[in-house]
């Protein structure tokens, strides 16, 4: 496509409940990141992938933070057990390969009640 | 672990004005630094990607410096506008790695 597409843009769940967020990266980027903004703060870094493969997944905040990619192409974000503290924007970037420039998609709200 | 920090944090300044935002990290060795642009409430904008290789890229009225030896890289505005209000963020993206953002006002 010709841009990052994450969706939904807006997400709102009770706590508890499981949540996935998409990306679609543009076409024929191999590389795709994920980063956590909560409001007011910074871009936390989540995961990273190459291809199918996650070589670093050392920014998940716990184990019921999980993604996964297939097709080289989409990538999926799913968050178990949402609780308050999940809320915040979650940013998804492609780069044409590891450590070039990235191109970020809008974002998805999540807000956990 | 690369620390990437940014400095200062909120920034006001008169129409016209020229103006740099500083972006620090703590490990030399990478191999490129992006700066972005984040509008309230929006996704982040791509503004310019300097290459470990490159001192400076420039694009209208932007200018990025990049000194890797010191660990710093700059970003000059000339002449701002009240629309380049907004957060600028500093990455090193080989390290995957942000700063937390200067936050720019621009007044009429």
């Known amino acids: 496509g010709a841009g990052v597409s994450q969706s939904p843009s807006n997400k709102v769940t009770e706590k508890g409940k499981d949540v996935e967020l998409r990306c679609d990266p543009i076409?024929?980027?191999?590389?795709l990141y994920w980063y956590r903004q909560s409001l007011g703060q910074g871009l936390e870094f989540l995961i990273y992938f190459q291809g199918n493969s996650a070589p670093d997944k050392s920014g998940l905040p716990s184990d019921r933070f999980s993604a996964e990619r297939t097709g080289g192409s989409v990538s999926t974000l799913t968050i178990q057990r949402t609780q308050q503290e999940d809320s915040a924007v979650y940013l998804c970037?492609?780069?044409?390969?590891?450590?070039?420039?990235?191109?970020f998609g809008s974002g998805t709200r999540l807000t956990v009640v | 672990k690369q620390e990437v920090t940014q400095i200062p944090a909120a920034l006001s300044v008169p129409e016209g004005e020229n103006l740099v935002l500083n972006c620090s990290f703590t490990d030399s060795a990478i191999y490129n630094l992006q700066w972005f642009r984040q509008d309230p409430g929006k996704g982040l904008t791509s503004l310019l990607l300097i290459q470990s290789s490159q001192r400076e890229q420039t694009s209208g009225r932007l200018n990025a410096s990049l000194d890797k030896s010191s660990g710093r890289s700059t970003l000059y505005i000339a002449a701002s506008q009240p629309g380049d209000s907004a957060t600028y963020l500093c990455?090193?993206?080989?390290?995957?790695?942000f700063g937390a953002g200067t936050r720019l006002t621009v007044k009429p």
């Open positions: 990455a090193v993206i080989s390290d995957m790695r």
């Open positions: 076409s024929g980027h191999t590389a």
């Open positions: 970037a492609s780069s044409l390969a590891p450590s070039y420039g990235y191109t």
